[in-house]
Nanobody
């Protein structure tokens, strides 16, 4: 089974940028749908962005125009470029891959947007 490891989180000021990475233990993005989700304490995990193996993307309304999801199959890595960050983007961000009924999650990376 594939393993996913997120990185790139941290503390950033409002208006700043971060790029999250999701490294997969094997080649998967050519056949999987990859998503980035986020969760804050006391709330359910919510979808941030999704990319299919064909390259189609979906974004939550709250991040449209600010976040960009992508994958690099040569590096077995997915990305979430986050620009114009807002305090309400503060959360733990998780990457996910889905192939049929097989759903895999990473361990999460903390993003904190604060001055």
């Amino acid at each position: 089974q594939v393993q996913l490891v997120e990185s790139g989180g941290g503390l950033v000021q409002p208006g700043g940028s971060l790029r999250l990475s999701c490294a997969a233990s094997r080649s998967i993005f050519a056949i999987a749908t990859m998503g980035w989700y986020r969760q804050t304490p006391g709330n359910q995990r919510e979808l941030v962005a999704l990319i299919t193996n064909g390259g189609s993307t979906t974004y939550a309304d709250s991040v449209k125009g600010r976040f960009t999801i992508s994958t690099d199959n040569t590096k077995n890595t997915g990305y979430l470029q986050m620009n114009s960050l807002k305090p309400e983007d503060t959360a733990i961000y998780y990457c996910n891959t889905q192939i049929g009924r097989i759903n895999t999650w990473g361990q999460g990376t903390q993003v904190t947007v604060s001055s």
